[in-house]
Every structure is written in C-alpha cells, then in structure tokens.
C-alpha cells in the first residue's frame, strides 16, 4: 500500500493575510485551477472550489467560491464572495471569528471552523463570520463596521481608548 496521501492542508495564515498568499496555496495544490485576476480580486472561473463553514465539525453554510478578494477599507485578509444557489454572500475570516481555515485537496473544498472569540467594542454582541467589521486603529479594538462609525461620528474619539478619531472623505477611520 501507497502512503496515505496528505490531501488537507492549512491555510489559516494565509487567509488572514492577503487574497495573493491564498490564491498561491490554491494553485499550488490544486491542479488545473483558473482565475481571472480583476484589479486586487480573483474570479474563479468554474466556480470549482466550494466553501463550507462549521462550527465545532458540523457544517451550517456551503456555497460555490465566486471571487476571492481584498477586504474593503485595504486592511489585512480575505474577503470569499460565496454562491449559495440563492444568493451571493461575502465571508470575512478573521482571528476574530475563525478558528482555523483548512483547504482540502481531494474534495476541492476550504472548510472555514468559525468561533466567537471577539465582542464589538460597540454593542457588546459576538463578532460573526458575516459581519462586516473594522477597528481603531490604534488600540486595534474590533467592532462592527456600522456601529463603529456612527460611534465615531457623535463622539469623535474610540470607544476602548478613548483616543481622538474621526471618519475621513473617503470613510477610513483617522486618527484625529
Ligand atoms: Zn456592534
Ligand atoms: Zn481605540
């Protein structure tokens, strides 16, 4: 008997990172995969890859990859725009809502383990795998994108540090 071939592989770091060092693991372990890279985005172009998320080993989301991209406001990681047959849904894994991230070779799938381990510094709620989040950019804290702004914009200042912030034109969070 042949050794038992290694068909899965983590690509937590990678995810967490860049769409680039994800898109470097996948065609390298994945044979024959194609993409059009569109700017800083990838589309996958049979949609081949299917992503799963679970939570403590059962799966509650599954779709086919889309596009694999940049995050919005060009912080680190991965954003996954993911087909579910009814609708197209982006998933941000972060250290904030991901445990770990395993690509599987053999069943072409990258299975997402999601775990709470962050609060919004705004509305105290779990930080979830489909929320869109941002942070101050000082003391790193996470929340919410939403209620992170409108904190910002009636108090000018982060909720945790309390040190000066405000929304610049182009919506980025500054250090004010
Ligand atoms: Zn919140
Ligand atoms: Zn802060």
Not at 131 to 160: E, F, V, Y
Request: some cysteine; hydrophobic content about 35%; charged content about 25%.
């Amino acid at each position: 008997m042949s050794p038992k071939e290694i068909t899965k592989f983590p690509i937590t770091e990678a995810v967490f990172k860049d769409p680039s060092e994800v898109i470097k693991e996948l065609t390298e372990k994945i044979d024959g995969l194609k993409y059009t890279k569109v700017i800083q985005t990838y589309v996958m172009e049979n949609r081949r890859l299917t992503l799963i998320l679970q939570k403590t080993g059962s799966p509650y989301f599954r779709g086919k990859i889309v596009w694999i991209g940049n995050k919005k406001d060009g912080t680190e990681g991965t954003l996954f725009c993911v087909d579910t047959g009814s609708e197209l849904k982006q998933i941000n894994p972060t250290a904030e809502n991901t445990g770990s991230v395993i690509l599987d070779t053999k069943k072409e799938i990258i299975a997402v383990s999601t775990v709470s381990t962050a609060k919004c510094a705004v509305c105290s709620r779990d930080i979830e795998i489909f929320d869109d989040i941002t942070g101050c950019p000082i003391c790193q804290a996470k929340a919410h994108r939403d209620h992170l702004i409108d904190w910002i914009n009636m108090k000018h200042s982060c909720p945790i540090c309390n040190k000066s912030l405000y929304i610049s034109s182009t919506g980025a969070i500054s250090i004010g």
